[in-house]
């Protein structure tokens, strides 16, 4: 599994950094975000290193794919049977603070609205 030292997230997968841990498989970790926006805020990560979405390759396809299919069960695990939010930021143009891919789950308890963009 490729990891860089200098990467806050790497360290979460590495065990270095304590996270409050949703799910974690092989592949991908989900964990509570430490400042979140709402009620719910997790956060799903790929463990390998990966910078940002603008950073995948094409062998990267099979493990976004499964952090996309896992969403629904973390979003149970978290009590987001409501509905929830995802969002990917990319790069600083994008809002991206920590430079290692992650999606953002997003929903409150009261099953009050998250917020609306476009759709």
Known sequence: M?????????????????SNKIYEDDDILAFHDISPLRDIHA??????????????????????????A???DI?????A??????IINTKEVGGQEVPHLHIHLISTKDGSC???MIG
Do not use: W, Y
């Not at 799903?44 to 499964?66: F, R």
């Not at 979003?75 to 009590?79: A, C, E, P, T």
């Not at 049977?81 to 995802?86: E, I, L, Q, S, V």
């Open 43 to 68: 956060l799903i990560i790929p463990k390998k290193h990966i910078a940002s979405l603008a950073d995948t390759e094409n062998s990267d396809a099979e493990v976004l794919g499964k952090m996309m």
């Open 75 to 79: 979003g149970k695990l978290v009590g």
């Open 81 to 86: 049977d409501a509905g929830f939010r995802c």
């Open 114 to 116: 998250v917020g609306k």
């Open 2 to 18: 490729e990891n860089n030292s200098n990467c806050i997230f790497c360290k979460i997968v590495a065990g270095q950094i304590p």
């Open 70 to 72: 896992k969403i629904k």
